[in-house]
């Protein structure tokens, strides 16, 4: 059987509190959407160069830049 507190479950509890935190107000609401959509594409795009750096590993210029350099 769940946990049940005074005010209701415990997820409804956290719900609820969700719902106060970030909800509620427009302004916390949208910079949370914004915030999250940033983190979100920084980490997608992260994680899709280091695949792709992975899969074309010793094809790619900074990996034969130094045999073709005249320095």
């Known amino acids: 059987m769940p946990f049940k507190s005074a005010n209701g479950t415990a997820a409804n509890k956290f719900a609820r509190a969700g719902y106060n935190t970030i909800v509620k107000r427009n302004s916390i609401f949208l910079t949370t959407i914004f915030v999250s959509a940033f983190a979100v594409e920084m980490a997608f795009d992260t ?24 320095e």
């Open 47 to 70: 994680i899709s160069d280091r695949i792709w750096d992975n899969i074309n590993k010793g094809r790619q210029w900074k990996d034969i830049a130094a045999k073709y350099s005249d």
